[in-house]
């Protein structure tokens, strides 16, 4: 039997997806991140080069002490030179000082214009997405991932700008003092760039595969450190479970991050060997008759200092070009997150409405849905009429379809064909803003934020004042309850508002949709959960929610839609029945041996 993969362990399709997304990601494309900040990076690259110039008269200066200025004892010029060779260094600190500070700036900046990129795409997906996506993977690539980029991302212009000059400028220079010194100097590029082209191909299949340890990490973080995880394996037992997974992915990734640091490091140490070599073959060159052309004293120790400043930028252009490379991976990751298409996005042509003008009149016509993935649809040919002011009840066994209804309605999904109005306008022609003011949802997963209860309501309506918030709250049959409590509205809630028991979260939920006053309410199984005594307390709030408003109720307790205008039973996505309470129970079909 074949080895199960480790959890981080990639498939063969998704290996297959990292060589397609590596291959896609251009340097041109890394390079248009920088495109609007290209004024700022032509001043860093004159200040470089301003620099690398000014920086290269020291070994010249050098010359002149050692071949001139001590041999004459010509002290004004000693004093000279040697002022000179301070004032050099003193301006290319300052130079570099600026410089560093521009491209640090043009760095952060690009960093954060990718992480909102990302965060703000996120947002556009859709639930579906989320569904199949484990959250800790989504957190890790927007800390972890882009994370990794910071060096590369806000140093490796400048660094290539600032090596690449200075190389040039060096090797202009030592020509100039010796030619012949200077083809010996060079020798050792091809094989230089050949070993960092080896190494930085190894580190970008390292770096993927340490990303993908991280991304584990984070969900099991995510999966073992919340509220609700901690709970479950607290009553399942499982801690000891937890930790053994956290400690596996953590010792992977001490293994990873030592092959990612010893990555190429013999073939670097190699190339140290020669570069140090270099300096012995040109002190053997000035010394022999036939090389030396009666070459100086301060032409030698000048060529050798240029030499060893040569060195440098080389070493550092090839480091980069390694760090670029195995950044690729990270990129790769990025840019499919940026890439993802958006299942349910903003119309081309938007109806302009004011969303307190809407009656709420809803009509699903002829609606089929199937999930991605699936042969079998959720849901076919819904038909249906909902007046304004109207209450619809739509009933049915688990799996019927009843929830993906009230999520087409809300438009967190798009009918695979047919479509659903309100007030005569296809959802697919509002602004989401719009149709979030239009359609509220109140489902039985009531999701409170880790802030105080104020807070919480008015996340529905940012402007609210303190009075409509406590307006909102009494008529959600929730503010003596808030009153009670240590702080009053003050209270923090907890982590996804553990503090409260589930009939309470629901009338927080209630006073937070009735904040935000929808002509159009979903209200998904939100009492299913919940003891007859608190669903009793609830279910007065949700008849004060939904006073005057087109109401759409997906039920699981058949006694919570007893008096609504309306009540269609689905069955395997199908309309089989419709009619009153009264009615369906006469017909003896359906509804009748739901309610038995």
Not at 24 to 51: K, N, T
Not at 144 to 167: E, R
Not at 182 to 211: K, N
Not at 325 to 330: D, E, G, H, K
Request: proline share 4%; charged share 20%; glycine share 6%.
């Amino acid at each position: 039997m074949p080895r199960p993969p480790k959890p981080s362990e990639p498939t063969p399709a998704e290996r297959a997806a990292e060589r397609a997304q590596a291959r896609e990601v251009s340097l041109r494309r890394v390079g248009a991140l920088f495109h609007a900040h290209r004024r700022p990076l032509a001043v860093v690259v004159a200040i470089i080069v301003a620099s690398s110039v000014v920086a290269m008269a020291s070994p010249f200066l050098l010359r002149e002490v050692i071949d001139v200025a001590i041999p004459e004892q010509n002290v004004g010029l000693l004093v000279g030179l040697v002022a000179g060779m301070v004032g050099v260094a003193a301006l290319t600190s300052v130079l570099g000082v600026v410089q560093t500070w521009i491209s640090t700036r043009v760095g952060q900046e690009v960093m954060h214009r990718l992480r909102t990129d990302v965060f703000a795409h996120l947002q556009r997906q859709s639930v579906a997405f989320f569904t199949r996506t484990r959250t800790g993977e989504v957190q890790s690539r927007i800390t972890n991932d882009i994370g990794g980029m910071q060096s590369v991302v806000t140093s490796t212009a400048t660094s290539i700008a600032a090596n690449l000059t200075t190389a040039v400028a060096t090797a202009v220079a030592m020509i100039a003092l010796s030619w012949k010194l200077s083809l010996i100097s060079l020798v050792v590029m091809p094989p230089a760039i050949h070993l960092s082209r080896r190494v930085a191909a190894l580190r970008r299949a390292i770096t993927a595969q340490r990303q993908r340890e991280l991304a584990d990490l984070n969900v099991t973080i995510e999966e073992g450190l919340s509220i609700s995880g901690i709970q479950l394996s607290k009553t399942l037992g499982t801690s000891s479970a937890l930790v053994e997974r956290f400690t596996r992915t953590s010792e992977r990734l001490i293994e990873l991050q030592l092959r990612s640091d010893l990555a190429g490091r013999w073939r670097m140490a190699s190339m140290t060997i020669i570069f140090a070599a270099i300096p012995a073959a040109i002190y053997l060159s000035a010394g022999l008759p036939a090389t030396s052309g009666g070459m100086t004293i301060g032409t030698l120790v000048a060529f050798t200092a240029l030499q060893q400043g040569l060195f440098r930028p080389l070493t550092s252009l090839l480091n980069v070009g390694v760090s670029i490379t195995s950044s690729l991976a990270l990129f790769a990751r990025i840019f499919e997150y940026l890439d993802l298409p958006v299942e349910v996005d903003e119309p081309a042509e938007p109806v302009d409405v004011d969303p307190s003008s809407i009656r709420g009149d809803v009509r699903i016509e002829d609606v089929t849905f199937t999930y991605a993935g699936n042969d079998t649809a959720a849901l076919a040919g819904v038909d249906l009429l909902v007046p304004a002011g109207q209450t619809l009840a739509v009933v049915g066994e688990t799996g019927s379809g009843k929830s993906t209804l009230g999520s087409l309605v809300a438009r967190l999904a798009d009918p695979t064909a047919g479509r659903i109005t309100i007030d005569g306008i296809d959802l697919r022609r509002f602004r989401l803003a719009d149709l979030a003011q239009i359609v509220g949802v109140v489902s039985q997963e009531t999701y409170l934020l880790h802030t105080t209860v104020r807070e919480n309501l008015r996340y529905a309506k940012p402007d609210a004042t303190d009075e409509q918030i406590e307006a909102a709250a009494r008529a959600a049959q929730v503010h003596d309850l808030i009153a009670s409590l240590p702080d009053g509205y003050d209270t923090m809630v907890g982590s996804r508002g553990h503090r409260f028991s589930g009939g309470e979260k629901q009338r927080l939920a209630i006073a937070r949709t009735l904040l935000r006053n929808p002509r159009v309410l979903v209200l998904d199984e939100a009492t299913s959960a919940l003891d007859t005594a608190t669903e009793r307390a609830v279910q007065e709030a949700f008849d004060e929610l939904a006073r005057g408003r087109t109401t759409i109720t997906i039920a699981h307790r058949l006694s919570t839609v007893r008096d609504a205008d309306q009540i269609a039973v689905l069955d395997h996505g199908r309309i089989v029945e419709t009619g009153t309470h009264e009615s369906l129970l006469r017909r003896e079909g359906r509804y009748a041996a739901l309610s038995a």
